[in-house]
Antibody, heavy 128, light 109 residues
Framework: EVQLVESGGGLVKPGGSLRLSCAAS????????MNWVRQAPGKGLEWVSS????????YYADSVKGRFTISRDNAKNSLYLQMNSLRAEDTAVYYC?????????????????????WGQGTLVTVSS | EIVLTQSPATLSLSPGERATLSCRAS??????LAWYQQKPGQAPRLLIY???NRATGIPARFSGSGSGTDFTLTISSLEPEDFAVYYC???????????FGQGTKVEIK
């Protein structure tokens, strides 16, 4: 059974930092691209970042580029999101999601890519 | 950037009725569109990918159709557990970005 368990959320002041983790099990983690998707309270879903299976390709939403860093450790079956310079608008539940599809580095290869398994999420609150 | 617009915002129906949800893209996304279901306090769940393929374990009452800019999610006969919020999602070609529609809430009438 595929399981994704996020941790590391909490209350942080504006300008602060937080590191989220996602522990994966039930599948061959090193074979899948992984993602972070967030949801502000009472709002819709917003894609945050994606990383390919070997970390060769990484992409960010414009809203977090330059502040957030996605990474993974395939030996530990873990995905991470380092969040710096946090703002009030970063307040959200952050979900780790496995990809159905392959992340490429070429505009000539853009296969379909979806989020097929999700963790239960971890809440990040940015407030003074 | 491709924008996905879902309609209606809220759908009020009774169990056993048919639900038809719409998702319109601001430009063609071919058949690369997915639908997700989210219940209160839960993570989203993938229902449909590539516009019409059911994900693993999804009941046959859920079906997707469409291509280009207009897509539909149909629930043939609503079960009590189907009352939830539904999102469509697509990816832009380059640079890769993934966007969701604003959601349609299916509520009990």
């Amino acid at each position: 059974e595929v399981q994704l368990v996020e941790s590391g959320g909490g209350l942080v002041k504006p300008g602060g930092s937080l590191r989220l983790s996602c522990a994966a099990s039930g599948f061959t983690f090193s074979s899948y691209s992984m993602n972070w998707v967030r949801q502000a309270p009472g709002k819709g879903l917003e894609w945050v970042s994606s990383i390919s299976s070997s970390s060769s390709y990484i992409y960010y939403a414009d809203s977090v580029k330059g502040r957030f860093t996605i990474s993974r450790d395939n030996a530990k079956n873990s995905l991470y999101l380092q969040m710096n310079s946090l703002r009030a608008e970063d307040t959200a539940v952050y979900y780790c999601a496995r990809a159905r599809g392959i992340l490429t580095g070429s505009p000539k290869k853009t296969p379909p890519y979806y989020f097929d398994y999700w963790g239960q999420g971890t809440l990040v609150t940015v407030s003074s | 950037e491709i924008v996905l617009t879902q309609s209606p915002a809220t759908l009020s129906l009774s169990p056993g009725e048919r639900a038809t949800l719409s998702c319109r893209a601001s430009q063609s996304v071919s058949s690369y569109l997915a639908w997700y279901q989210q219940k209160p306090g839960q993570a989203p769940r993938l229902l449909i990918y590539d516009a019409s393929n059911r994900a693993t374990g999804i009941p046959a009452r859920f079906s997707g159709s469409g291509s280009g800019t207009d897509f539909t999610l149909t629930i043939s006969s609503l079960e009590p557990e189907d009352f939830a919020v539904y999102y469509c999602q697509q990816r832009s070609n380059w640079p890769p970005k993934w966007t969701f529609g604003q959601g349609t809430k299916v509520e009990i009438k």
